[in-house]
T-cell receptor, first 114, second 116 residues
Framework: AQSVAQPEDQVNVAEGNPLTVKCTYSVSGNPYLFWYVQYPNRGLQFLLKYITGDNLVKGSYGFEAEFNKSQTSFHLKKPSALVSDSALYFCAVRDRSETDKLIFGTGTRLQVFP | KAGVTQTPRYLIKTRGQQVTLSCSPISGHRSVSWYQQTPGQGLQFLFEYFSETQRNKGNFPGRFSGRQFSNSRSEMNVSTLELGDSALYLC???????????????FGEGSRLTVL
């Protein structure tokens, strides 16, 4: 069965510093991986996805993610954090290619301090 | 282009009642799926509909049901509400064609249900 793990409940970073939010996955077959962000009392906003191709994926708001097949990881990164990046981040994997069902990680709360 | 619209945004019910939540997908999207979000269980998949057919169902009791209409709008219903049903219910749509789908889901703002 497909699964994703986000090992950190919370990540704290100072504004202007680089940030990394970790995600590891377990899939059978080709992984379809996604990152979403959730602000308080809001729905999920799509940041980026990896389907195939380049291992470095660029997404919205300056975020990028690196797909590493040997380490089964898909870490979310940003070179310079903003206070406004503070939110809840979810990594997800598509259950099967023919379905929309996503399996989400438990989420990582990112706190960016001024 | 309007996003995914969910109504109502907030509602309060008492145990034993039933509730119906509505979702209007992005225009042109034929696939709609529902998720339940709680602090304890996180994001859990409920159902997935495509062209009025349920394609996938999560591990929830039969009190949870859904449907999709010919205009792709979807509703979900929870009967005999329990305290544990208090959650944020999220609807998502995608531009999914038949077969393999590599697209992302677009989520609505959610319907926050409180059961007293």
């Amino acid at each position: 069965a497909q699964s994703v793990a986000q090992p950190e409940d919370q990540v704290n970073v100072a504004e202007g510093n680089p940030l990394t939010v970790k995600c590891t996955y377990s899939v059978s077959g080709n992984p379809y991986l996604f990152w979403y962000v959730q602000y308080p009392n809001r729905g999920l906003q799509f940041l980026l996805k990896y389907i195939t191709g380049d291992n470095l994926v660029k997404g919205s708001y300056g975020f990028e993610a690196e797909f590493n097949k040997s380490q089964t990881s898909f870490h979310l990164k940003k070179p310079s954090a903003l206070v406004s990046d503070s939110a809840l981040y979810f990594c997800a994997v598509r259950d099967r290619s023919e379905t929309d069902k996503l399996i989400f990680g438990t989420g990582t709360r990112l706190q960016v301090f001024p | 282009k309007a996003g995914v619209t969910q109504t109502p945004r907030y509602l309060i019910k008492t145990r034993g009642q039933q509730v119906t939540l509505s979702c209007s997908p992005i225009s042109g999207h034929r696939s709609v799926s529902w998720y339940q979000q709680t602090p304890g269980q996180g994001l859990q998949f409920l159902f997935e509909y495509f062209s009025e057919t349920q394609r996938n169902k999560g591990n929830f009791p039969g009190r949870f049901s859904g449907r999709q209409f010919s205009n792709s709008r979807s509703e979900m219903n929870v009967s005999t509400l329990e305290l544990g049903d208090s959650a944020l219910y999220l609807c998502a749509s995608s531009h999914r064609a038949a077969g393999t789908n590599t697209g992302e889901l677009f989520f609505g703002e959610g319907s926050r249900l409180t059961v007293l």
